[in-house]
């Protein structure tokens, strides 16, 4: 756990580190718990709640509070709400911390991992660290995707991103460009329409769900695919075949006052606003980038696991080349639905319980057993 006397970090005492401790962090947590293995969770925010407490007031979830359930505790409802909002969820994630006395450390910041004799290092902010294997819960939030916008450095207004939206009343009575066409972009263009001046741009037509689908919906078609792809049936579609946009009621009451139509996207910038292909320029005082979110895996680049469009390859939710690490709530690439409250259950089962199964945690579980 900490550094030997000869200077080399010592895995003697963890089973595993866990990087991050939002929603997937404390799910695998409750399961390594549960396997009665030794661990840390460290988290670089200094308070519980995982990215739901950086999300703008408004937001609310896809799917009501019992569909919404980390593993082991149903999230209570919200009196009131059918779909609990952001404060909410933080409440939950805190009582739920608390409830199952997971250890986390915070805030540690991990810095980077590396290979050691009979483990993995994690270099932090506060020291080294070391454990037997290590699973990666960093999600995306701290890692948004700002595309290239020709033009920018000559624009006057402000321009942000998803992360630093905060709400409308900053931008009541503004003229605002809201870039992308999914679920992101669709609910900050529905909080801003009533007190702003908005267009919403999209580089392809957004679709909008049947307003009877919500994220109950959404996690059964992520499962019915999966069960069929291991069962080596034709793939079905995943969630992306059903649409875009989840039609929240914030987004269903801008849609039929028709505040939700999208405009193709801008070929770029001018001083003033967006120029479009046919000359068009639309003066604007800001433009709120909706455009996603990429992996947040720099403290993994000393390991050089990196291949195609800069993931790391995985069976399951473990790493190819390196068997000792696991990355858990990334998105669909690290199990189905992974990056949704309901959905990582499943995944942080089966990651803690590979990790139990580890030769090297094997044998320290025996040891500590003869120990005994």
């Not at 450390?105 to 980077?112: E, S």
């Not at 990355?327 to 990582?344: F, H, N, Q, R």
Request: glycine share 12%.
């Amino acid at each position: 756990m900490p550094i030997d006397s000869a200077g080399s970090p010592d895995p003697a005492d963890l089973d595993a580190l866990v990087i991050g401790g939002g929603q997937a962090g404390l799910a695998v947590g409750y399961h390594l718990r549960r396997h009665g293995l030794r661990f840390l969770i460290l988290d670089a925010a200094g308070r519980p709640g995982g990215a739901w407490r950086r999300f703008w007031p408004s937001l609310r979830l896809f799917s009501p509070a019992e569909h919404s359930s980390l593993p082991g505790r149903p999230m209570p409802p919200e009196p009131g709400e059918e779909y609990p909002g952001a404060d909410h969820a933080v409440k939950y994630l805190t009582d739920y911390e608390e409830r199952y006395e997971l250890p986390v450390r915070r805030p540690v910041t991990a810095r980077a991992v590396r290979r050691i004799p009979g483990g993995l290092a994690v270099d932090t902010d506060t020291g080294t660290l070391a454990a037997r294997a290590v699973i990666s819960t960093t999600g995306t939030w701290s890692r948004p995707f700002v595309p290239a916008l020709p033009g920018r450095d000559r624009y006057r207004g402000r321009v942000l991103h998803t992360v630093d939206y905060r709400g409308p009343k900053e931008f009541t009575g503004r003229r605002v460009v809201v870039v992308g066409g999914g679920n992101s972009g669709a609910q900050i263009a529905a909080d801003l329409a009533p007190h702003a001046r908005i267009l919403w741009v999209a580089r392809r037509p957004p679709r909008f769900l049947p307003d009877d689908i919500d994220g109950r919906a959404l996690f059964d078609t992520a499962t019915a695919r999966r069960r069929a792809l291991e069962a080596g049936r034709p793939d079905p579609g995943g969630v992306a075949a059903l649409g875009d946009v989840v039609v929240t009621e914030a987004v269903r009451e801008a849609r039929d006052r028709a505040a939700l139509t999208a405009l193709p996207m801008f070929d770029r910038l001018e001083p003033e606003g967006p120029r479009w292909a046919d000359g068009t320029v639309r003066p604007a005082d800001a433009i709120i980038l909706c455009t996603g979110f990429r992996p947040a895996l720099a403290h993994l680049a000393p390991l050089r696991l990196r291949r195609t469009r800069g993931r790391i390859p995985v069976e399951g939710t473990r790493s190819v080349d390196e068997p000792r690490l696991f990355l858990l709530g990334y998105g669909d690439w690290t199990g189905p639905a992974s990056a949704t409250l309901i959905g990582v259950g499943r995944p942080a089962r089966e990651t803690a319980a590979a990790v139990a199964d580890l030769p090297e945690v094997r044998a320290a579980r025996g040891s500590r057993a003869g120990a005994g």
